[in-house]
C-alpha cells in the first residue's frame, strides 16, 4: 500500500467527488478512478459507494480513513526525527498533547522558552481529553501528554506538575446557587447538571464529594466541559468543572461555585515506558523536569 494512493483516498473522502478529488491533485479522473479501484482490490473490500454527485465511504472506508491519517503522521513524524540527525543544532518536530486547564498556559509558557533555545524545534499540538492523549501517545501519535488527575498513568513514566485545579459547578449569575460561596452535593437537589463522563473523575466526585449520580438530575455528560457553556449561559444548567474552565470563559454572566468538600486536583506530564526516544523528545522531558524543580524550589 503506497502513501501516494494513501493520500489519493484522503482527498477523495475530503472531498466527497472524484473530479474535484483529481483538480486538488493534479492528476486526471480516470488515473485517479484507476488508483482506488487498485486499492480497493488489494484491500478486498469496497471502499467507496460512488453516487451521480457525491461519494460517500462504507464501514470499511472509514475505518481506513482514521488509520490512513494516523499512517501518514507517523511517516512525517520518523521523516522529520530521522532528519534532525543531520543538523548539529537540535531541530525537529514534538508532538504534545494537552488538556484544557491551567496547564495549557503552562505549556505555552513551556514551548516558547524552548523555542528560544531551541529555535529549529517545532512543536505539533493537540487539546482533548486525557484519555484521548492517552490513546494517541499508545499509537505513537503523540510523544508527550501533559493530563489532569485522575488519571490512570500506571503504564506510563510520569511527572507530577505543581499545577494545581477546583472542582465546583459553573452557573448563571441569575442561578439560585450563584452568591454561594461554596455547595455541597445536596445544594444541587434537583437542578439540571452537566457531568463529566469520565467513570474515574465520577468516582472521584463521589468519594472526595458526596456526589452520587442516582440522586442528581443528570441531563448532559460531557468530556469537553467548555463547549457546554453556552448551555449555562443562556440556561440554568449547572455544569460541573475545574476553575480554570473561566479563563476560557467569553461570558460575563457566569460564575463559579467550588464545592465545600474541597477536591483538588494536579497535572502530570507523562510518555511512554520502555520506548526509545529521539534526543529532541528527551531534552524537552528534562527541560520540563528542570523547569518544575526551579518552580518547585522558588
Not at 450563584?178 to 472521584?204: C, K
Request: some cysteine; aromatic content about 10%.
Amino acid at each position: 500500500m503506497e502513501t501516494r494512493i494513501l493520500k489519493y483516498f484522503l482527498t477523495v473522502a475530503k472531498m466527497q467527488n472524484i473530479t474535484r478529488a483529481a483538480q486538488e491533485l493534479h492528476i486526471t479522473q480516470p488515473t485517479l478512478s484507476r488508483q482506488l479501484k487498485q486499492l480497493e482490490d488489494e484491500l478486498g473490500t469496497q471502499l467507496l459507494i460512488r453516487g451521480k454527485r457525491e461519494i460517500t465511504l462504507t464501514a470499511e472506508g472509514k475505518m481506513l480513513e482514521h488509520r490512513a491519517q494516523d499512517i501518514l503522521t507517523l511517516i512525517n513524524q520518523t521523516t522529520s526525527e530521522i532528519q534532525s540527525f543531520n543538523h548539529h543544532e537540535l531541530s525537529g518536530t514534538i508532538n504534545l498533547g494537552y488538556v484544557e486547564s491551567n496547564v495549557s498556559f503552562f505549556v505555552d509558557d513551556l514551548i516558547a522558552e524552548f523555542q528560544t533555545k531551541y529555535p529549529l524545534v517545532k512543536f505539533q499540538t493537540y487539546s482533548a481529553i486525557g484519555d484521548d492523549i492517552k490513546d494517541k501517545i499508545d499509537t505513537g501519535i503523540l510523544d508527550l501528554g501533559f493530563v489532569i488527575t485522575p488519571i490512570e498513568t500506571a503504564k506510563y513514566n510520569y511527572l507530577s506538575l505543581p499545577i494545581y485545579e477546583r472542582y465546583g459547578i459553573f452557573v448563571n449569575q441569575t442561578h439560585p446557587l450563584a452568591h454561594q460561596s461554596t455547595i455541597t452535593a445536596d445544594d444541587l437537589g434537583d437542578y439540571p447538571v452537566i457531568y463529566p463522563w469520565r467513570n474515574i473523575l465520577q468516582n472521584e466526585l463521589s468519594a472526595v464529594v458526596g456526589l452520587d449520580p442516582q440522586k442528581l438530575n443528570i441531563k448532559i455528560t460531557a468530556n469537553l466541559s467548555p463547549n457546554s457553556l453556552p448551555l449555562v449561559h443562556q440556561h440554568d444548567y449547572c455544569m460541573l468543572g475545574i476553575d480554570s474552565i473561566s479563563r476560557f470563559n467569553p461570558y460575563n454572566d457566569i460564575v463559579f461555585v467550588p464545592f465545600e468538600n474541597y477536591l483538588q486536583t494536579s497535572h502530570r506530564l507523562i510518555w511512554r515506558k520502555n520506548h526509545h526516544y529521539s534526543e529532541l523528545i528527551m531534552t524537552f522531558i528534562e527541560f520540563v523536569k528542570h523547569h518544575v524543580s526551579h518552580e518547585t524550589q522558588a
